[in-house]
């Protein structure tokens, strides 16, 4: 392509480009059956992403906390949270709420708060 | 051409790790409207392809979106979401692709003609191909010729298309080179579209009607 060429070509590219922004904007030219496929398609992206977040977040637990915690029961989990509330009422322990916590969450509680009290020991 | 309706592997480049507020931008930005947003960029993008090589791809868009969302998401191609949003980016991303296919075609023609042999649908003697090819960058002359032409008692509008001749294509450019203020660069790029949808039509018409 010569020089006046590629100016025609960059000219004929930037109104195809304002052109389709102008239609997105608007939000025409989809049919029912194209809308619901973008639809799907996110949604299925994004639970893909949440799948994959929660395993990150479970594979980051497996490595930070212990595997006697891991074992344990949420019950059991919740008891010996509440054991440690009571025997350091003063502790800065985030999450009192047990409650809100999923198990893994609670998990990670346990071993925050063990730690933490095995460092002031 | 492969056909997929469902997201592609999200675990393809294992070595690609976004850290957890990306990751949060990115889940939160995806949403059925945004990505109906950029489906219709990606199929107006898809018509201008076809309409400049002839040739006809009934996935094209689909591709286009689905292949720009994953391959942001594998961290092939790179997204800030402190500087922009999920959507332009992947409006972007789908730009830059669709323009680097046409131009490669209108360098290379012969690759356009062996696309042309591969597709059924449009199979013709190798003769009229070739001749077809090479008129590519003709065809893009006559179109911004004929823009020039229905612009012509439009400063305005010949204003920003004498930018886009200079590679001048975000707004902040054309309004300080212009010296459009913002309504009259919206009203003015607002009358470019609606000369550039009537186009391709007048066009194709003056060509069935050379030919008949």
């Keep these: 392509m010569n020089e006046q060429q590629k100016k025609n070509f960059r000219i004929y590219e930037a109104v195809s480009h304002e052109a389709a922004m102008d239609a997105s904007e608007a939000g025409v030219d989809l049919t029912d059956e194209e809308r619901a496929e973008a639809y799907r398609f996110a949604e299925e992206f994004r639970t893909s992403i949440r799948a994959k977040r929660r395993a990150d977040r479970a594979a980051q637990m497996k490595e930070r906390v212990r595997p006697s915690i891991l074992v344990m029961a949420r019950d059991a989990v919740e008891r010996w949270l509440r054991e440690l509330f009571a025997a350091y009422p003063t502790a800065v322990i985030a999450h009192r709420d047990l409650t809100e916590l999923s198990d893994d969450d609670l998990r990670t509680a346990l071993e925050d708060a063990l730690t933490l009290i095995e460092r002031m020991s | 051409m492969h056909e997929s309706n469902t997201p592609q592997q999200l ?107 591969l597709d059924m649908e449009t199979r013709m003697s190798d003769a009229m191909e070739v001749g077809q090819a090479t008129d590519l960058t003709s065809y893009v002359d006559d179109v911004v010729a004929r823009l020039y032409e229905l612009a012509s008692d439009d400063t305005e509008v010949v204003q920003i298309l004498d930018c886009f001749a200079s590679d001048q294509i975000e707004r902040r450019d054309i309004m300080r080179v212009t010296g459009l203020d913002r309504l009259a660069y919206h009203n003015a790029r607002r009358r470019l579209v609606r000369l550039v949808e009537q186009l391709p039509n007048e066009l194709r018409e003056r060509a069935i009607r050379a030919m008949a």
């Design chain 2, 11 to 117: 675990g393809r480049t294992a070595t690609t790790v976004h850290d957890p507020a990306w990751e949060n931008a990115f889940e939160v930005q995806l949403t059925g409207e945004m990505t109906a947003s950029v489906m219709i960029y990606a199929k107006k993008r898809a018509e201008w392809i076809q309409r400049t090589t002839k040739r006809h791809d009934t996935f094209l868009a689909r591709e286009l979106y689905q292949d720009a969302v994953t391959d942001t998401w594998l961290g092939d191609v790179t997204w800030d979401p402190a500087k922009v949003p999920l959507e332009l980016h992947l409006k972007r991303t789908i730009r830059s692709r669709s323009a680097a296919r046409v131009e490669h075609l209108m360098q290379f023609p012969e690759d356009r003609v062996r696309n042309l042999k």
